[in-house]
């Protein structure tokens, strides 16, 4: 059973360009949560998701960031006109129920020149 | 505000000399995560607590909860060079596996 699969695992962006970062889940899980880590910090909540439905997107910034989990596919976070202080590691993690362990992806590194 | 905090930040030991990383959190809750991160890694998942009291080793490290007090511990015992990496504690806010993460506690053991 292949793990969380993210990509690309390093994307570079120059400021105003579109970002879009894809997480595969885990085989069965139908949960997906994607986290931000800033360097030198630790993990911040983004957006949960479940099949076609945004559960909680708390931590998501209010413009720019969007995230879904389409019925066939790949999750997808797709940050709009990227700027600097977007660069970061972008965690995806997936579990197959809402109180189960996560299970993390090797995470995207987005750097904005 | 929820605040998940992880003590001490930074961490240096010696091999062999045990240590406690502490995580206090804000909220009431009675489920936690302890990960490791490796640099340039993604996450690996340690431990899951899920009750006051609940108490889980793996080698050389263990972790336990208090949920009344809020706190949880991940003891180290004589430590080895291959445990250096940064370690996280991750609190799951609203039953719904919604979790808040520590800032992590970066761990560097010497020979």
């Known amino acids: 059973n292949a793990g969380v699969m993210q990509n690309p695992r390093h994307l570079v962006r120059r400021r105003g360009q579109e970002a879009r970062l894809r997480c595969s889940p885990m085989k069965g899980h139908s949960h997906v949560y994607w986290y931000r880590q800033l360097p030198e910090e630790g993990l911040k909540f983004m957006v949960y998701?479940?099949?076609?439905?945004?559960?909680?997107e708390s931590g998501m910034p209010k413009e720019r960031f969007s995230a879904e989990f389409p019925k066939e596919g790949p999750s997808i976070l797709r940050i709009q006109q990227v700027v600097r202080g977007d660069s970061a590691a972008y965690f995806c993690?997936?579990?197959?129920?809402?109180?189960?362990?996560?299970?993390f992806g090797p995470g995207t590194r987005l750097t904005v020149l | 505000e929820l605040k998940v905090e992880q003590n001490p930040l930074f961490l240096s030991m010696q091999e062999g000399k045990n240590y406690t990383i502490y995580c206090n959190y804000s909220t009431t809750s009675d489920r936690l995560y302890w990960y490791r991160q490796d640099p340039g890694k993604s996450l690996e998942s340690l431990f899951v607590l899920l009750s006051n009291g609940a108490v889980k080793q793996e080698g050389r490290l263990m972790a336990s909860l208090d949920t009344k007090a809020r706190l949880s511990t991940l003891h180290i015992t004589a430590a080895v060079h291959d445990l250096s990496a940064t370690y996280f504690c991750?609190?799951?806010?609203?039953?719904?596996?919604?979790?808040?993460f520590g800032a992590g506690t970066r761990l560097t053991v010497k020979p």
């Open positions: 998701l479940q099949k076609e439905n945004i559960i909680d």
């Open positions: 991750a609190v799951d806010i609203g039953g719904n596996n919604d979790m808040r």
């Open positions: 993690a997936s579990s197959p129920g809402p109180e189960d362990t996560q299970y």
